[in-house]
């Protein structure tokens, strides 16, 4: 099953990913995930990234196409894949579309989750992550048991430097811009499904699952 998990910043592309890693066994490949695990080990291409997300601009797609390239032929994307945060531009998407049809696997179906700004803005301001783990917390409405440690692996829980009132703001605004326009994109492809994401996370998942049951 080869998925893509779409939708403005705190549409819970992340939160969503993680729950159908664990029902369906097949591996997230989150680009934010993979480029601040690049920051924190402070590679080149971290370093390169680092500006562009702190602002909440887009890292420029030679970057981002190297990667998910390199990505996806891993032998762990063999039974599918569940893109999260990428194709975020129509160059991106193009490429992809090259890339996968070399390795002839297909996007199966593109799962647009639709929140509206004020809940999206609600959601990342108050959003903690694990510096270990990644998993992802929230201050008002799912906060750690114990405060500023994850109940998964007891690490620190902290914000993101690009959830803080400015570059959130800046997000949202980059991705009416440059990621909107991939809605029409694959709605003309004819596999494009929107769901409405403002639904608390367990009825989000049993809405994504009832649309996959027919790609499983
Ligand atoms: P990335 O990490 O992808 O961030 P994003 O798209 O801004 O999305 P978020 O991770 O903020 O939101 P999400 O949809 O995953 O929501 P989550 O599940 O966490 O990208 C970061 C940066 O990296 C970009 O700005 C860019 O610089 C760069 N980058 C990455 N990919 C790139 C690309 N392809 N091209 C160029 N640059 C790229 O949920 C959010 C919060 O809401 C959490 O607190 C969660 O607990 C809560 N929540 C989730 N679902 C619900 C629900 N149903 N009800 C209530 N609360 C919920
Ligand atoms: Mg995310």
Redesign the pocket.
Known sequence: MNIILF??????????AKKLVDFYGIPQI????I??ANVREGTELGLA?KA??DK????P?DV?IGIIKNRLTEQDCIKGFIL??????VP?ADALAVILDEIEKPIDVVLN?EVPDEELIR??S??LICSKCGA???RT??PPKKEGICDICEGEVFQRA??KEDAVQN?LS?YKKQTQPLIAYYAKQGILVTLD?????EK?FKDIKAVLVKFA
């Open positions: 939708g403005p910043p705190g549409a819970g592309k992340g939160t969503q989150s680009t934010g995930d480029l601040r990234a562009y997300m909440g601009e887009l890292v797609d981002l999260d945060g990428y194709p975020r531009t991106q989750l959601r990342i108050g959003r992802s917390y929230n409405f799912n690009d959830d997000r980059v994401g403002t639904k608390d996370m989000v």
